[in-house]
């Protein structure tokens, strides 16, 4: 089962405009071009199907999305790293979302992801790790315990896919979030 199109190797270009995304060690507000950039690398990198359903205001179709990733997961591994930061950011905006289903759908399908970038051999860049950590430590202090729980889970796993040394600034950053739950994860 292909879910990707066949993608030209743009990944440098679209390093780049990561700088549009976030400003390193903050998580900010998505800006509209944000999201229509985001909207348009999932058209181009995603079978119509699965965009359709990753891109839909509906939540219960964003589920059916990411359970069709999921699904294809051990299929597709090295085609979704091609384009890992794209899916990072849908990520984002799905946290940046109010809708707790969808959230605990996202929140089952990245240790699986994250496990699968291990088994790869697969290192998130700085680029990658700059779209989704922020907005994941600014998460640890979610106001749902199961939530939090969750997010605790994935950044000790993470660790494995980026470095520990590395996501400690993330984490550091985490200590002066506006969030008082955000900060004591932090701390933990």
Same mark, same amino acid.
């Given at each position: ?31 509209? +071009?944000? #999201?229509?950039? /985001? ?6 990198? @995603?079978? %119509?199907?699965?965009?359709?359903? *990753? $891109? ?25 790293? +091609?384009? #890992?930061?794209? /899916? ?6 799905? @946290?940046? %979302?109010?809708?707790?289903?969808? *959230? $605990? ?30 907005? /994941? ?52």
């Amino acid at each position: 089962m292909v879910m990707l199109q066949s993608m030209e190797s743009d990944l440098f270009l679209r390093m780049k405009e990561r700088e549009l995304w976030f400003c390193r060690f903050k998580f900010e507000e998505l800006r509209l +071009e944000q #999201i229509q950039d /985001l909207e348009n690398d999932l058209m181009k990198f @995603f079978r %119509e199907d699965l965009h359709r359903r *990753l $891109l839909s205001t509906d939540f219960k179709k964003q589920v059916d999305g990411i359970e069709m990733l999921q699904r294809a997961l051990p299929t597709i591994a090295k085609d979704l790293i +091609e384009v #890992i930061d794209v /899916l990072l950011k849908w990520f984002v905006l799905r @946290f940046c %979302e109010s809708s707790t289903s969808c *959230l $605990l759908k996202v929140l089952e399908f990245l240790p699986e992801l994250f496990d699968t970038l291990r088994n790869e051999n697969y290192t998130l860049n700085e680029s990658e790790a700059s779209i989704f950590l922020p907005c /994941l430590v600014e998460k640890t202090g979610h106001n749902i315990e199961k939530l939090r729980e969750k997010i605790r889970e994935l950044m000790k796993q993470i660790i494995h896919s980026y470095s520990a040394a590395k996501t400690l600034p993330y984490i550091l950053e985490g200590l002066r979030s506006r969030n008082n739950r955000a900060r004591i994860e932090c701390a933990d």
